[in-house]
């Protein structure tokens, strides 16, 4: 039976791809190529929610997830009152979220991003009860991760929640 490890993670640095870099990290499945699949839970899987991902194999192997992740880009720590409308476009939260439903057989993860986490949550949900309704599963066990920050002045900021299936393997 292999397991699937749920971790989510924040970063900020000077780039959108170092920010994702380092978001990874804080996951724990940054030495990783990963492979983004769609969202189906093997029937044979257990899904387990961690605060960091085991180690999953060498550095450089391929690693298949699902996973949710949103950016902000730096905030104008010097916006002006002429530029208002760049500082509300901004926003004061950035939020990615996964939720996942299993049951007898199969299951789903959901992943949705946005800036607020009461309205990631309801939309995991509600996109969990379609895809289920959808497929006419019975999945009456849920979860949810939530990450959530506050993008910084003068760096991009990254959140991330990944669902991570069993071990890494080599890609030649």
């Keep these: 039976m292999a397991s699937i490890h749920v971790a989510g993670g924040v970063g900020v640095a000077p780039t959108e791809m170092a920010a994702y870099d380092a978001a990874l990290a804080d996951t724990n499945l940054h030495d990783y190529n990963l492979v983004t699949v769609s969202s189906i839970v093997p029937a044979d899987a257990t899904v387990e929610r961690v605060e960091r991902a085991p180690d999953l194999g060498p550095a450089g192997n ?14 104008e720590s010097d916006a ?12 004061a939260t950035i939020v990615a979220g996964l939720g996942w439903a299993t049951g007898p057989g199969p299951g789903l993860f959901y992943e949705v991003t946005g800036t607020d986490p009461a309205s990631v949550r309801d939309r995991i949900r509600e996109g ?27 760096a991009y900021t990254c959140v991330v929640v990944l669902a991570a299936y069993g071990d890494s393997e080599p890609i030649v």
Excluded: M, N
């Excluded at 996973?67 to 902000?72: E, F, L, P, T």
């Excluded at 002429?82 to 509300?88: E, L, N």
């Design 80 to 91: 002006t009152t002429a530029d208002d409308d760049a500082v509300d476009s901004q926003p």
């Design 62 to 75: 391929r690693l298949t997830v699902v996973q949710a992740k949103r950016v902000a880009p730096p905030v």
């Design 128 to 154: 969990l009860d379609a895809g289920g309704e959808l497929r006419e599963w019975e999945l009456p066990d849920r979860e949810i991760h939530v990450e959530s920050t506050v993008p910084v002045a003068d």
